[in-house]
């Protein structure tokens, strides 16, 4: 069972930056999964975001955050990231982390979710 915790979610103006963390549980196995960034905006379905996939380690954006998201990877701490720029009212929602054992490829059956980070952006 892969535990994880999103953090850094908050408001901020239309231009702005933010740095989304999420850390988890399991240190020693950490390179063996993959990871996806999602978000669900208000009123709307949830949405992949970025996708880290463990077996060759690619990262994969979504077209309306690439040149903008940027996503990282910690070993050390079991933690990924992702660093949000130049933020737009149309990235507000929720931020969710999600992992799978052996990952490649982001879905909405992942096997372990985060509980999310709120992101707002507004004048």
């Known amino acids: 069972q892969l535990h994880l915790v999103e953090s850094g979610g908050g408001m901020v103006q239309p231009g702005g930056s933010l740095t989304l963390a999420c850390v988890a549980s399991?240190?020693?196995?950490?390179?063996?999964?993959?990871f996806g960034w999602f978000r669900q905006a208000p009123g709307k379905e949830r949405e992949q975001v970025v996708c880290?996939?463990?077996?060759?380690?690619?990262?994969t954006y979504s077209e309306s955050v690439k040149g903008r998201f940027t996503f990282t990877r910690d070993r050390a701490t079991a933690t990924v990231y992702l660093h949000l720029n130049n933020l737009e009212a149309e990235d507000t929602g929720v931020y969710y982390c999600?992992?799978?054992?052996?990952?490649?490829?982001?879905?909405?059956?992942?096997?372990?979710w985060g509980k999310g980070t709120q992101v707002t952006v507004s004048a």
């Open positions: 999600a992992a799978e054992w052996y990952g490649n490829q982001c879905h909405e059956a992942m096997d372990y």
């Open positions: 880290y996939g463990s077996h060759v380690g690619s990262i």
């Open positions: 399991d240190n020693n196995k950490f390179d063996y999964y993959g």
